[in-house]
């Protein structure tokens, strides 16, 4: 059944009602599975048009998360989900139905996988391809302790782009793990479409017959090598000229497949039959992301994600999916507007992303600079060393990355680019927290993890126009260079439309106060201080740059009352600990205040909720700032 519209009330659901953990899906029918599939399929529309959050990918997976289930003995079987979008059915299945409509919410379900949310959560995840060495690494310590858990790998195709899954597949093939790939490909990236004949050639290598006469006449041609390799050469290329598994093959796996991943008949006959087979195996699946909802088949991109449906403008329209935003650009849309300005400025500019586009917003800048536009998939690590091969040979490339993504790529940043002091400039996006996406997704180490490294200069903008010009500051800067900025808008700067600069390692006082009390504020949390600053009569600060730090304004705080010092970014090694480190080696003592990030883990919800809990709003920051000095 194909649905137009998202459903205005909770649907009714009797069978999926029945079901609160996978052993009682396990006691149905196989005839009872298509009505179950309706029925989830239609409470997760229901379900994310209340809450919102992620959507097409779960859509996509409906059967094959009802297949798995019911073919494998979960929790004692471990089923890993790959990013973790799709799993939204699995949590439904396993004891959260009800609880899905507080997901993402302030101390509601997690957004991902999380194991301590859930025993069928084997694995927490949030970032991609992390999938394949995790069940690996459980039917390695199932094989060690003897046990009879089998190892199952959920990946999608954007996933398999990325050299870590191709990492664990060679390491699985080494030892021969016993363990299931499954390659949920929904975007058609790797294979033809599936046809007639490809379904019909799986059936059969997925079945006991086909594995009965495979491993026979191994162990016939077992004492004569030569015959041995021929036949796995024509088996190869039997499989290679319907289906594209070749590769998969070579790398140690059993492959079957393209199967249809809509098709629960299918899926439960080829898991039945590839369940106890020992070694690696590989199933590849066509989805479609968006199955059953009819906007979201149309438009898989635009609807990855919701947000809350506001229940008075119900509609199948991509647009009425999505809240009514104000006027205030997003930062990302910042980036946007000035890299396509800078690329009309200076042909040497080049845009890499690794699998962000819409994200980065580089839309524009990929239509209207093509051959200048690269997207290199989920490789982060090859991003940044392209870029550095591009920088080597008079290029500028900019490298347009999410805080918590550039973490993966962080020793190609050290030794490729910043060893051999390339000109790159990293525009890095969600930093901070990142509100109902959670710690996984949170750019909380930037500040710590960059500053630290040789020739790297770093900047935290307050506010949109200081966004555009740090920007092209670090553009023009002839090595490596950082702007981190936050998630969501700005706070209604007027923006210049030229590509200015400002001067290297310049702070600018935005508040002259006479109580003694200096605020040195980096980034977004300048705008929350103001009302300490007024409150106070405090000095305000924005010191714009991470490093270099303004040197001349720190050293002119000898002597005052209280410094503080502010940022979205954790206190341990952060912004604060260098100016700490800078006062110290100047022999300037001075009682001193750091806020920011705390040393834990944030859970998710509103990204001001989340300021407000750890003292980092306005009135947050205030409040500290009045403690303190009630201690010296």
């Known amino acids: ?13 009797p069978l999926l009602d029945q079901i609160d953990k996978p052993s009682d899906l396990r006691a149905l029918p196989k005839d009872a599975l298509p009505t179950l599939i309706k029925e989830l399929r239609e409470y997760l529309l229901y379900s994310v048009s209340q809450t919102g959050g992620h959507f097409g990918a779960g859509l996509g997976v409906i059967e094959l998360t009802v297949a798995l289930h019911y073919i494998y003995d979960t929790p004692e079987d471990r089923i890993v989900w790959d990013v973790g979008h799709q799993a939204y059915p ?5 004891g959260r139905r009800d609880k899905l409509l507080s997901i993402r919410q302030e101390n509601g379900l997690t957004g991902f996988p999380k194991r301590g949310e859930s025993d069928y959560d084997t694995f927490g995840v949030g970032h991609s391809s992390t999938s394949i060495g ?9 094989k060690i302790l003897e046990k009879e858990r089998k190892s199952v790998a959920v990946i999608g195709d954007g996933a398999m782009s990325a050299g870590m899954a191709f990492e664990a597949l060679n390491h699985a093939g080494d030892v021969k793990a016993d363990m299931l790939v499954i390659l949920n490909d929904n975007e058609m990236s790797i294979s033809a479409p599936v046809g007639a004949l490809s379904n019909y050639f799986s059936r059969i ?25 021929i036949a796995r050469k024509a088996e190869e290329h039997m499989k290679g000229m319907v289906a594209p598994g070749t590769m998969f093959e070579e790398l140690g796996f059993n492959y079957i497949g393209p199967i249809d991943g809509h098709d629960i008949e299918l899926l439960l006959s080829t898991l ?5 087979r020992s070694g690696p195996q590989f199933l590849h699946i066509i989805t479609k992301k968006g199955k059953g909802f009819e906007p979201a088949e149309g438009d898989p991109i635009g609807y990855h994600a919701i947000n809350k449906i506001d229940p008075d403008k119900v509609s199948g329209s991509k647009s009425s999916a999505k809240e009514t935003k104000k006027a205030l650009p997003k930062y990302s849309n910042i980036f946007g507007k000035w890299i396509c300005d800078a690329a009309e400025a200076d042909g040497r500019l080049a845009a890499i992303t690794p699998a962000m586009k819409e994200g980065s917003d580089l839309i524009e800048f990929a239509e209207r600079f093509p051959k200048r536009y690269f997207d290199v998939a989920i490789a982060e690590q090859h991003a940044v060393t392209l870029a550095a091969g591009m920088a080597c040979d008079e290029m500028k490339p900019v490298v347009a990355i ?3 993504f550039l973490q993966r790529g962080y020793d190609q940043l050290i030794h490729d ?4 002091n390339l000109d790159v400039l990293f525009a890095i996006d969600r930093a901070g927290l990142v509100g109902e996406d959670g710690p996984t997704h949170a750019g909380a180490y930037d500040l710590s993890y960059l500053r630290c490294i040789p020739n790297m200069i770093v900047m935290a903008p307050s506010d949109e126009d200081e966004c555009r010009k740090m920007l092209q500051t670090g553009y023009e800067y002839p090595g490596p260079a950082a702007v981190r900025y936050p998630r969501g808008t700005g706070v209604g700067i007027e923006m210049s439309e030229q590509l200015d600069t400002i001067e290297l390692g310049k ?27 007024d409150t106070l009569d405090a000095t305000l600060i924005d010191m714009r740059f991470v490093k270099p730090l303004d040197h001349k304004v720190l050293r002119s705080l000898r002597g005052k009352k209280l410094l503080v010092t502010v940022e979205e970014n954790a206190i341990m090694g952060g912004a604060g600990s260098a100016v700490s480190e800078f006062l110290l080696e100047e022999n300037i003592l001075i009682p001193t205040l750091h806020l920011g990030l705390p040393d834990r883990y944030e859970e998710h919800a509103k990204h001001q909720d989340m300021l407000k809990r750890i003292g980092l709003d306005a009135d947050g920051i205030l409040a500290a700032i009045e403690t303190k000095l009630t201690t010296i």
């Not at 680019?417 to 051999?420: G, T």
Request: hydrophobic share 35%; proline share 4%.
């Open 134 to 142: 995790a069940a690996l690494g459980m039917s390695i310590a199932n």
């Open 507 to 533: 702070s600018r006082t935005l508040h002259e106060g006479n109580s003694g009390i200096v605020i040195c504020s980096f980034g977004r949390p300048t705008y929350d201080a103001r009302l300490a600053a």
């Open 205 to 229: 290598w997925a079945s006991k017959t086909y594995a009965h006469i495979r491993e026979g006449g191994r162990k016939v041609f077992s004492g004569l090598p030569t015959a041995l390799e």
């Open 272 to 276: 039945s039959n590839m369940k106890d």
């Open 1 to 13: 059944m194909l649905f137009e519209e998202f459903p205005t009330s909770r649907p009714n659901t």
């Open 90 to 94: 699995h949590k439904i299945l396993t």
């Open 402 to 404: 999410y805080s918590t």
């Open 417 to 420: 680019v910043a060893l051999q």
